[in-house]
């Protein structure tokens, strides 16, 4: 309890809001270390959560990715808007409608700027782990369509959600959470944050991304380097997203995946691209050099092998969607095993029966 309100402490301080008062995190934190007595639990504190967790990325490389991105923002982002549009397309299929919702990390940017009062939400918190794109976000609030929409803007970790338990009836994470060490434990922790019957949304990016620059960046380096180094993260599969739901306690679990060709002018056009949604290595064991050779051979191939006719260079981004809710009495449930009345055998007789008369 005290680990988790006090990371709550820290990204309101990193906000801004007692900034005033204490003049660091850790004062905050001291000075309220006798007031959380009796709060509610949050999520991090459920057994298990964080009991298999394997570190694969290099979570403070990525909040300064985080950070780039957020200066690097600017103009519009045809790709990253499409998926959000489609992730928040499934909200116009629920009759139910979300009074308060989080949006977590990734894209959050497009997702608060293209809602437009789907779902019926009206309190929205933004929260992301860079202190630096949660002041753009709060910056460029002025930008977005309101429709009374009340927003808060917080600081904090995928991994270690800083909300409590039973406090949100929608979670929605736009290609954000692969990023995350224990991907299974962080959609946990989404469960637990919502009220029952809340809804799960999110979008991750598939095995299948980048596919093409993975090929090249083998390629050159085998050539120029004698043998490879990880260079590009590991995502999960198609195959995997309807376990991760299913293993997170999600109930009406639905999957399905979409992929998106984007054309580039060049490999280095791509690399920039990726830059500007922070979606370049953080992988712990990665080589913290690229050899200017490499990384020429890297872009020669990839164009000797995948440019179109015009010049341009494809680059496949497969994106996976999840849906899942929080299981609720009037939900659903399948009937359990050997409750049939009725054979198979019974019912193929009847359409054999009715096709000779």
Known sequence: ???????????????????????????????????????????????????????????????????????????????????????????????????????????????????????????????????????HLKNTEQNYVSNNLETLYMVGDEEFLPIKENSLELVVSCLGLHWTNDLPGAMIQCRLALKP??????????????????????????????????????????????????????????????????????ALELIEHLRTMGETNALLQRSNILKRDTALATAAVYESMFAAEDGKIPATFQVIYMTGWKEHPSQQKSKSRGSATISFEDIQNHFRSNEVS
């Open 197 to 266: 019957d809340g809804l799960f949304l999110a979008a991750i990016l598939g095995g299948e991304t980048l596919k093409e620059l993975r090929m090249a960046c083998t390629i050159a380096q085998l050539e120029r380097e004698g043998g490879i180094s990880p260079r590009m993260s590991p995502l999960a599969q198609v195959r995997d997203a309807g376990n991760l739901l299913t293993r997170a306690g999600f109930a009406l679990p639905g999957v399905d995946v979409d992929e998106y060709t984007v054309r580039y002018d060049s």
């Open 1 to 135: 309890m005290a680990v988790s309100a006090a990371r709550v402490i820290a990204g309101e301080w990193a906000s801004g809001k007692h900034s005033r008062l204490f003049p660091s995190p850790a004062a905050a934190i001291t000075a309220f270390s006798f007031a959380i007595a009796g709060l509610a639990s949050f999520c991090t504190e459920a057994d298990g959560v964080l009991s298999s967790r394997v570190k694969i990325f290099d979570r403070d490389l990525k909040r300064k990715h985080r950070d780039r991105a957020a200066w690097l923002m600017g103009g519009k982002n045809d790709f990253v808007d499409s998926v959000a549009e489609n992730l928040l397309d499934r909200l116009e299929d629920c009759k139910k409608t979300f009074s308060t919702a989080l949006c977590l990390g990734g894209s959050s940017e497009a997702i608060r700027r293209l809602i437009r009062g789907r779902g019926g939400i009206e309190k929205l918190i933004m929260m992301d782990m860079s202190l630096d794109m949660v002041k």
